[in-house]
């Protein structure tokens, strides 16, 4: 399978700055897609990442929020903008497996905001 | 009604016994399903796929699937301290767009 690489691990942030999340495949991949794991909580759909086009995103998630670029088929940020403290979470990169229906992740990126 | 439930544990079972845990889904016309372990701090991790009714083992784990009655099932045999993790259900839901929607999550703890 696919080697997903994902940076940074992990950050602490203060109250309305911005973070990047970097993500790296090593292979091609039509779709990649962005999870949120709030404490305790599930996984939770941000958004698609959609090589050549906008991202598709998931009611409740907006891209000035979270604007995802996706400049090819091997790589995609995610950023959290204007941070605040419940956007303390686990982020998660993930791509589908060879028939598209189960997901592979990234490490992820565990941010607190303080 | 959530499109995919189950018990958030935690459950605790002795060492050596087995752990079984239950996942519903509301979905009638799913026909993917997938277990993942989520270890605290980590990803998740694929560790069972089944499409058919009936059993599928691999290794220590089997996975029971039941279309019929829309649940799923795991169980880990002769658990080990290191089975103690976080076990997300997944299901591929058509009316979600065939995206994966995933469970709670059942935590499990094995004490030695």
């Known amino acids: 399978s696919a080697v997903i690489s994902q940076k940074p691990s992990r950050d602490i942030c203060q109250r309305g700055t911005s973070l990047t999340i970097q993500c790296q495949v090593d292979?091609?991949?039509?779709?990649m897609f962005w999870y949120r794991q709030q404490p305790g909580q599930s996984l939770t759909l941000i958004a698609t990442a959609n090589q050549g086009s906008e991202a598709t995103y998931e009611s409740g998630f907006v891209i000035d929020k979270f604007p995802i670029s996706r400049p090819n088929l091997t790589f995609s940020t995610l950023t959290v903008s204007n941070m605040s403290p419940e956007d303390s979470s686990i982020y998660l990169c993930?791509?589908?497996?060879?028939?598209?229906?189960?997901?592979?992740f990234g490490s992820g990126t565990q941010l607190s905001v303080l | 009604q959530k499109e995919v439930e189950q018990n958030s544990g935690p459950l605790s079972v002795p060492e050596g016994a087995i752990a079984s845990l239950n996942c519903t889904y509301s979905?009638?016309?799913?026909?993917?399903f997938f277990w993942y372990r989520q270890y605290s701090g980590k990803s998740p991790e694929l560790i069972m796929s089944i499409y058919s009714n009936g059993d599928k083992e691999d290794g220590r784990f089997t996975a029971q699937l039941n279309k019929a009655s829309q649940y799923v099932s795991l169980l880990i045999r002769d658990s080990q301290p290191s089975d103690s993790a976080t076990y997300l259900c997944a299901v591929n839901i058509k009316a979600a767009g065939n995206k994966l929607t995933f469970g709670g999550g059942t935590r499990v703890l094995v004490k030695p």
């Open positions: 993930s791509i589908p497996g060879a028939t598209n229906e189960k997901l592979f």
């Open positions: 292979s091609q991949v039509t779709m």
């Open positions: 979905d009638r016309v799913s026909q993917s």
